[in-house]
């Protein structure tokens, strides 16, 4: 995927959020991204760390400042106190039609996420990617994996961890589950 | 008897006041070396005033951030939620050290930067390799650490470095919330001293009024708050931290962001900088031994304005020399000229009309007569957590401030020509623009 076919997924990525009833604000879409990524095989070039609010990408940071310096994507305020919801722009919109048969390979695993994501808050999300991240890059039956999620998040319970855990299994694509035990194993 | 404290008259904070340890961290070679490197690049062919040098820029970046500092960890600015989230901030015999480490890591944050600091670094450093790579080399790297461990009380090279670069440039490293926060106070987005300074100090040098906003207030009113909720099932009230202000001095970073979209749109992307830089760019590649600098900080330490200003102006008059044709551009100031940005039209059109464009043109007449520069004012998304007066909450700063939500986005997308094919281009794109524009293949750029 190009630079410019990776503009366009994200703008579709945005939208299908929305579509769905997403909150859409850069949170949301980082994590989105992650499991596209990470879950689904979507290829992407975005070098997630551990954080805070769950795998997070400086790089996708960047790309998102972009698009919105471009105009592919859109601030939309929200009532106080909330951060804003991002839109995709007319510029964006012009784009998902441009590339519209490159998108179409990837049509099913967006989605896939916008409609697991769409009625979903952050802590969730949070919740739910930090297991992804710590099945992809931790080793052990699950409750370790479920004990390295409270190390990482104190103020989740064990039960949450492991609940966490089992649809975090689910969001992975037939078929990446090889490469990510790989990955683990590493 | 021997002074504990010295003075450096600045233009833009009057007096910068550093201790002996500053003093010998400022009198090293990576930090004098800053003596010759300017701030704007070769911005002073368009702007003559803008011939400052990064070693101000950097002392000054100093100064301000101890003065955020002061203030954000100010007992009473603290609220009782954040300081749960940071117990730093009650370790009175922790904070000195931290203040220490902050203000020489502001000290050195652009040691690392190449000669004419931005000017096509991608290009011209060894794959991976960044200004931000080569600071955090130079911190910790041997003549440096001969410095950090001569100072009483002990400080460590690595705090500096993390600080000093901050994580976002800085990948595999860990950074605690504290830390987070401190590199915060030198490269954030909203109000980073690293952009306060540069601001006031570019726009005081190259003589435009645009840059300037009332920092003492804007300082005096930041605080460490937690971030406001991300959606409305947010039940996590803010578990991250950030530099947000009170609600009464919002008006001093509405100023802030103002001055920024100007001083981008008026002056770091003057489009006539912008071909200066692509001139550089391709004299320092035709230049340099292999086409790129090292990214060994003892060679770049030998490395300024000077040796590479030197070369340019006997390149510019010797048509042997390696570099001429790029060098004479830039010395003559017969640089190429602007002949095509696209339109909206254009852009919902074909997406990257300029690289398309640009092409199109390279094609038709030769690449030697084009070249093209894209630039995007990026961080502008002024989302920052503020403190209500009213009930004492955090909100997110796009919610309170219709200011904010219009400051536009600044993406300048401009291809160039030599004057002496000009004409002809432009005819000729005149005649074949849409199809230009229409033909692009998905996928092309």
Redesign the interface.
Known sequence: M????E??LLANLVRKLRENGS?A????VQKAVYVLQEARHVPMRF?F?PH??GPFS?EL??E???L????LLV?E????????KLAVG??GQ??IT??A??LRKHEKDLDFVAKKFGK?????L?LLTTALYVIKNRKGQDQDLARAITEMKPHVTREEAQCALEEAKTLIRPGAKKRIAASAKK | MAKLEHEIRDPIHVFVRITNEERKVLNSKPIQRLRHITQLALTYLVYPGATHKRFEHSVGVMHLASSVFDVITKPSAVKPDVKELLPQLGDKGLLPYWRRVLRFAALCHDVGHLPFSHAAEKELLPQGESHETITKKIITGGQMQKIWSNIEPPIKAEDIAKIAIGPAKNPGVDYSRWEVLLSEIITGDAFGVDRIDYLLRDSHHVGVPYGTFDHYRLIDNLRILKEPPSDSDDTSNGGDIALGMEEGAMHTAEALLLARYFMFSQLYYHRIRLIYDVHLGDFLKEWLPAGRFGANPDDLMASTDNEVGAALWRAAFGKRRRGHAHARRIVEHDHFKILYQPTPEDRKACPEAGEVVYKALCREFGEEYFKHARKRMLGGAHDFPVLTKLDGEVSSSIAKSEVLQKIPSISVDCVYSDPVVSAKAQEWLKEHRNEVLSQEEEGAA
């Open positions: 190009n630079t410019l076919q503009k366009a909150w604000g850069q949170t949301h070098a760390v805070i609010y400086f940071q960047e998102i400042g972009e919105l310096a471009d105009e601030l305020p929200q009532s106080a106190p909330f951060r804003p007319e510029l012009c784009y441009h590339f048969h490159s979903r808050g952050v802590v969730e949070e």
